[in-house]
């Protein structure tokens, strides 16, 4: 099955990927990419969302879910 994509989306998305993926420290053969930086702040707000709101057994529940969704898109990402 054919799916049309428009190229506006395409390119956007393009754009987006070549803006994550870019480096944003390296110090020998460690590199930090701005969308690890991005996924650790998202931690970060999360776990402290719900440790603020809910207490700390919702904060080690977010935090696990958080691990885990994270893990499940490493194993299931494509290439």
Known sequence: MQIK????????WDN????LNAPLW????IELRRVDALLVLGFIFSVGWYGATAGWQAAAA??????VMSALALIFRPG
């Open 5 to 12: 994509i428009p190229l506006a989306l395409v390119r956007l």
């Open 16 to 19: 987006a990927c070549d803006l």
């Open 26 to 29: 390296v110090r020998g053969s």
């Open 62 to 67: 977010a935090a696990v879910m958080y691990a």
